[in-house]
């Protein structure tokens, strides 16, 4: 049976969630007018979406997977469930007004919030008893307070450079923590979803790990494996120099740098890192 997985077909999703699938070995569209791509080699299909409605799709079954954050996915109420953080595409949802205006999340009873995620903000405003009416607006939320449309908005913060522009800030509790994920039905896992995620986690750990060999004194290796212990064990072979082991094991990639120092203090010698290019667990 073919799997049938949607995919961002522009925004800020759309560029990094190919990458992945290419990385997973799958092919991707070379035009991004495209809207869908056969793999047949792999039994798969893809469907390039906007990544608002790819909730829905996946919720009502008409496809099996999708790739969308996990902002949209709450925003929709669609019954899809996130099965996989991808690392991507990480923002936060923030309550924002004029600089200065507002300071507590209490303020905004009476006030007219614009944003273009009205599921997330009303249900929380609802758990928290405040009654203020809001606006859906599409994007560019932003300006709709110089535009007197809104008091205040609700809207994806990254780097905050936005906001700022416009003359606005943050206030309140973060509202929730987005970033990419995969999403299906709960229930709907076969083994040709099994492969598929099974091999979007290969990307993931292949980009976060790196394998690190190393020779050191049998003396010294307990030492240097309470440092790296890998993820299941490290492999020792025989080194053809008496006394001496090889020892090879998956490290993360933040501060394997510092590992190789830590290894060398400990009796560590040719302490080599390699990229990992792809892999199951
Ligand atoms: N600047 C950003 N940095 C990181 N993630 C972002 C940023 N802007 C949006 N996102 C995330 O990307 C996802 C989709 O947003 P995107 O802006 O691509 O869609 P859209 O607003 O519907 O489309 P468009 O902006 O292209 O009209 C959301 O999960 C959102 O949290
Ligand atoms: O904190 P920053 O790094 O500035 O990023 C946040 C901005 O990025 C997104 O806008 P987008 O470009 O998707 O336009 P849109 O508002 O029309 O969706 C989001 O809606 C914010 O406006
Ligand atoms: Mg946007």
Redesign the pocket.
Known sequence: MTLRIAV?N?????QAASDILREAGYRQRSDSKELTLIDADNGVEFFYL???DIALYVGEGTLDVGI?????LLDSGAQAIETMQLGF???R?HFAGPAGRFEELEELAGQRIAT?YVGVVRAFLDQRGIDATVTRL??AVETSIQLGVADAIAD?V??GSTLRAAGLATFGEVILE?E?VLIAREGAENAEFDIFRRRVEGVLVARSYVMMDYDIEQANLDRATVLAPGLEGPTISPLGKPGWVAVRVMVPRAGAQRLMDDLYGVGARAILLTDIHACRL
């Open positions: 961002p522009k925004g800020a999703l759309s906007r990544p608002r969308t954050g996990r902002d949209l595409g990480r923002s949802f273009s599409d994007g994806v990254e780097t987005s990419a």
